[in-house]
DNA sequence: GGATTATCTTGACAGTCGTCAAGACAGTGG
DNA sequence: CCACTGTCTTGACGACTGTCAAGATAATCC
């Protein structure tokens, strides 16, 4: 037997070769959990989704819960820039909203399974307290991500936020949701109406123009 | 054996003595869901939890879905009239955003493990066909429940709604969310944000006032 | 009261689950 | 070549799941 899960610590031989099997098995673990949902994902199902048999998910995971959470902060990791070229590319406000409506509609379409993974896990945290910390860091770095792409466009607009970050990040969450809802639900149309609906309110999280 | 579950119709013997059992078997099953969640909560768990033993959820239910289907629509046939007293009652539109926080405040307090099941029971009806019409349909109450509150709210404060029904709702059931996520992760002070946010964000539904 | 129905309990079924241990295999260092 | 360690597979375990059927109990009707 080789040396535990988890336990195991840079400094010894293979030094990342670990690391990197483990975010080999969380991209398949994604791609299962994505599908089936955080319960119905069993190990077995994710090891066969993958080019390895089911024991040995314990060899590079404490348990599930260890395989899921590095699973979906490794995706996170990811998404979390998303919308970085947005803030980054936009000359001006409308510019900016039309580039923020387009990504989010193209992630409602192309990452619909991630984004009701990442649904499904957030609910799960109110009743697992395993899943709480991470959840509660991942939704943080969401709403700086989110942030990022109001605070600049209150710059570009010449106009001062008039809501807390925390505030901003609900409510364009609220319609992700009901848009993720919606497209989950078959509706073709959701994206569409997500990026009308993002249109409308982000003018209402800046101070009113004056007179 | 006795007639099958849900096949059963009025027109014989006990009428309601039926849906009674129902409805009371549906209370038990919420008592554990909300305790439990969806996944989790086992048939036996739920039934060990009522005055009957596990074998009988089969005679008056289909299965887990129809159970679970029965009970969330029960509970939200309920809740759905919670905001009903502060349409009703409140002469201002001060008052009304007074009454409107406390009941926010009241709910996240007093209900939570409901609402959690909820958002659970959403998400998981993106992986579950068999929920989907169901959720979609309690959600849409929902909103109409939401929009009879900001409806009313603008017609006290004599300007008109400058949202649609589906979008306030998003937006309230955003922050409602995170106060519950807030909640169920220990802050004390989740409700009392909640209250301040939902105060912050209700007049930019309006149409700007007239300068 | 007896017969018939409705209701409920008990026990079992076929699966599935997370977890773990024993051993096979590969690669490396002596 | 041997020993050793890291890696992976296989098979098993106990527990739990939804579902169902057979029989016990209670209620109802003739």
Redesign the pocket.
């Known amino acids: 037997?080789?040396?535990p899960n988890t336990t195991r610590r840079r400094g010894?031989?293979?030094v990342d070769?670990?690391d990197a099997?483990r975010d080999q098995l969380a991209e398949s673990a994604l791609k299962t959990l994505g599908e089936l949902g955080y319960a119905?994902a069993?190990?077995?199902?994710i090891a066969n989704n993958s080019a390895?048999?089911?024991?040995?998910?314990?060899?590079y995971f404490e348990?599930?819960l260890d395989l899921v959470i590095h699973s979906v902060r490794y995706y996170k990791a990811r998404c979390v820039t998303r919308y970085d070229s947005v803030v980054a590319d936009s000359a001006t406000a409308g510019d900016l909203l039309d580039a923020f409506g387009a990504k989010l509609a193209q992630t409602i379409r192309d990452e619909a399974p991630m984004h009701r993974l990442w649904y499904d896990l957030r609910a799960q945290s109110m009743f697992e307290e395993g899943l709480r910390d991470a959840v509660t860091m991942i939704d943080k770095t969401l709403e700086e991500m989110i942030w990022r792409v109001v605070s600049r466009y209150a710059q570009l607009e010449g106009r001062p936020a008039a809501l807390e970050p925390s505030v901003a990040y609900a409510m364009l969450d609220g319609l992700f949701q009901q848009a993720l809802l919606a497209h989950a639900g078959g509706s073709p149309v959701a994206e569409g109406v997500l990026v009308a609906q993002v249109r409308t309110v982000m003018p209402l999280m800046l101070a009113p123009a004056a007179a």
């Open positions: 037997m080789g040396t010894v031989r293979p070769k670990f099997r119905r069993s190990l077995r199902e390895f048999s089911h024991g040995v998910v314990h060899y348990d599930k």
